[in-house]
C-alpha cells in the first residue's frame, strides 16, 4: 500500500490511512496541523501489471504485424492486422492497432474517445457574471441547456450551473426593472 507517499505540507511526516477521504479534517500524525486529504481509490490498489507481448514459441504460430516475434493474440477490429499483447488498443470493447486508433483519432470516428470536452458550466457561469442585458438571459438559456452534459474530468464545478442560473436570473430581473422605472418616469 503507497501510504507513505503523501506528506503533511507542513511538517513532511507521512501521511496514514485515517487521514484520507474523510468529511472533515483530521490532525497531522506528527504536528497536528489539521489536514483534509482527497485520494483516489486506485491509490490505495497495487500496481496492475501490464500485458506483454508473449514469445513466440511454436513454429507456425501468427505473430504481431508489428513485432515479428510477439505471439499475435486478436486481430485489430478495423484493419484485421494481428495484435500482440502490447500492441492491442482496446477503447469502447473494440480492439484496434495503433494505426486505426491513430487514423480514428483524426478523423474523429471512434466513439467515446474524447480529446477535448467543452466545459459548459464555466461558459455558463461566465455569461451570468457578465453585465449585459443579453448575457443573463443567455446565461439561463445556456445553463438550463448544458446542465445535464458531462463536466470537467479534472475539476469539477457542479455548482457553476446553479449559480449561472441565479446570477443570469438576478441580471435580468435588474435590467426588466431599470427598463420599467425609465418607462414609467
Known amino acids: 500500500m503507497n501510504t507513505l507517499l503523501l506528506t503533511c505540507p507542513k511538517c513532511s511526516a507521512g501521511l496514514l ?25 486506485a491509490f490505495f490498489r497495487p500496481a496492475a501489471v501490464g500485458r506483454g507481448g508473449e514469445v513466440i514459441l511454436v513454429e507456425g504460430e501468427s505473430s504481431c504485424f508489428y513485432h ?66 443579453i448575457t443573463g438571459i443567455a446565461a439561463i438559456i445556456y445553463a438550463l441547456r448544458y446542465r445535464k452534459e458531462p463536466g470537467s474530468l479534472v475539476q469539477p464545478m457542479r455548482w457553476a450551473f446553479p449559480v449561472a442560473l441565479i446570477l443570469g436570473s438576478l441580471q435580468t430581473l435588474v435590467f426588466v426593472a431599470l427598463i420599467l422605472y425609465a418607462c414609467l418616469k
Do not use: W, Y
Not at 17 to 41: I, K, M, T, Y
Open 68 to 133: 515479428a516475434q510477439k505471439k499475435a493474440v486478436i486481430p485489430c477490429d478495423v484493419c484485421g492486422r494481428f495484435l500482440c499483447g502490447l500492441c492491442d488498443c482496446e477503447v469502447k470493447g473494440r480492439h484496434l492497432c495503433p494505426a486505426c486508433l491513430e487514423s480514428g483519432r483524426k478523423k474523429s470516428s471512434i466513439q467515446g474517445l474524447e480529446e477535448v470536452r467543452t466545459l459548459h458550466s464555466r461558459q455558463a457561469l461566465m455569461l451570468g457574471v457578465l453585465p449585459f442585458f
Open 17 to 41: 490511512d485515517g487521514v484520507f477521504n474523510r468529511p472533515d479534517f483530521a490532525p497531522c500524525p506528527a504536528c497536528g496541523a489539521s489536514l483534509r486529504a482527497e485520494v483516489f481509490p
